[in-house]
């Protein structure tokens, strides 16, 4: 799960589209490629630290993503330094084509529930650019996944046969959203055991 979150941070960084314009959009971020100090294996990603914007969706279970010891570490890691512009769930579609039609677009749109309808429409126009000859070249373990799971590339092509957008590939039950928690302490307090419970 952690390669899988590191891909993604990866990918964003070499296919943001930071440009107002299309053309510059594509000229910027395809013809030139990653920018320099780009490693391609290891740690940090870039040599010198860089900064990013972020625009991601927030469920009202999570805490702000800025505060989330998993991206910080990250952060530090990859030499990127993130600006998260988190928007909550509710309104957050109209936020999104606020974002989109502004000329200002973020590095990354993170969890931004990106439809196929919508990556035809800003892939077409040079918003959002094709990954996958960059997938190809930097995202080995990805690839591979595809091979394994060809469903998962047939789900996120889009119908002009390009991917503008990455799915959440969760495997591990511990990772899901639907868990049930209970205080320990508490049960300390009170001389009980906590049993683990299986459910389907």
Request: contains cysteine.
């Given at each position: ?108 749109f993170y969890k931004s529930d990106i439809s196929q309808l919508e990556a035809v429409e800003y ?78």
């Amino acid at each position: 799960m952690k390669k899988f979150v590191l891909l993604l941070i990866l990918v964003g960084f070499l296919a943001g589209g930071g440009c107002s314009n299309s053309e510059e959009v594509k000229q910027d971020h395809v013809d030139e490629g990653p920018s320099e100090g780009f490693r391609e294996e290891g740690m940090p990603i870039v040599e010198e630290e860089i900064d990013l914007r972020f625009f991601a969706r927030r469920s009202p279970v999570n805490s702000p993503y800025q505060d989330m010891r998993m991206f910080q570490e990250y952060e530090e890691m990859t030499n990127m330094n993130i600006e998260w512009d988190d928007v909550p769930q509710d309104g957050f579609a109209e936020r999104k084509n606020l974002e989109f039609s502004s000329g200002e677009l973020p590095d990354v749109f993170y969890k931004s529930d990106i439809s196929q309808l919508e990556a035809v429409e800003y892939g077409s126009s040079g918003i959002l650019i094709p990954l996958e000859e960059l997938l190809e070249e930097y995202a080995p373990n990805l690839t591979a996944l595809y091979e394994e799971y060809p469903e998962i590339k047939a789900s996120i092509t889009a119908p002009d046969g390009h991917i503008y957008a990455l799915p959440a590939l969760i495997t591990l039950n511990a990772a899901r959203t639907d868990k049930i928690w209970i205080n320990k302490t508490w049960l300390d307090n009170l001389g009980l055991k906590s049993q683990r419970i299986l459910m389907n």
